[in-house]
């Protein structure tokens, strides 16, 4: 299993950006898939996730509202589009799959999942 993600970059607070995910080697029926996201000296944290059985998507307090996940199937992708940046969104974004489902409750939890694209850097800057 491979996921590759791309997008990221540098954005003006209050400014857009989305990101892609392609994996290969699974299906979405496999299981979970989100995005999570680390900045220098804190933990891994989910932005946001989809439960691809149920086609639920959960978020955080801090992202919602301004973040979206999606999925296109047929193209073996998930999104994340991000509105009304601000600076404390900067941090390497990270998009992961589970094998397997999982209970609601740890759906969010970075130690869930079992695969991890590389990480692609967003900085906001004010």
């Known amino acids: 299993v491979q996921l590759q993600a791309s997008g990221g970059g540098l954005v003006q607070a209050g400014g857009s950006m989305r990101l892609s995910c392609v994996a290969s080697?699974?299906?979405?029926?496999?299981?979970?898939m989100g995005w999570f996201r680390q900045a220098p000296g804190k933990e891994r944290e989910y932005v946001g996730v989809?439960?691809?059985?149920?086609?639920?998507?959960y978020y955080p307090e801090s992202v919602k509202g301004r973040f979206t996940v999606s999925k296109d199937s047929a193209k073996n992708t998930i999104y994340l589009e991000m509105n009304a940046l601000k600076p404390e969104d900067t941090a390497v974004y990270y998009c992961?799959?589970?094998?397997?489902?999982?209970?609601?409750?740890?759906?969010?939890?970075?130690?869930?999942?079992?695969?991890w694209g590389q990480g692609t850097q967003v900085t906001v800057s004010s």
């Open positions: 992961a799959a589970r094998n397997g489902r999982i209970v609601t409750s740890s759906i969010h939890q970075a130690w869930a999942y079992d695969y």
């Open positions: 080697g699974r299906t979405f029926r496999s299981g979970p």
């Open positions: 989809i439960d691809t059985w149920s086609s639920r998507i």
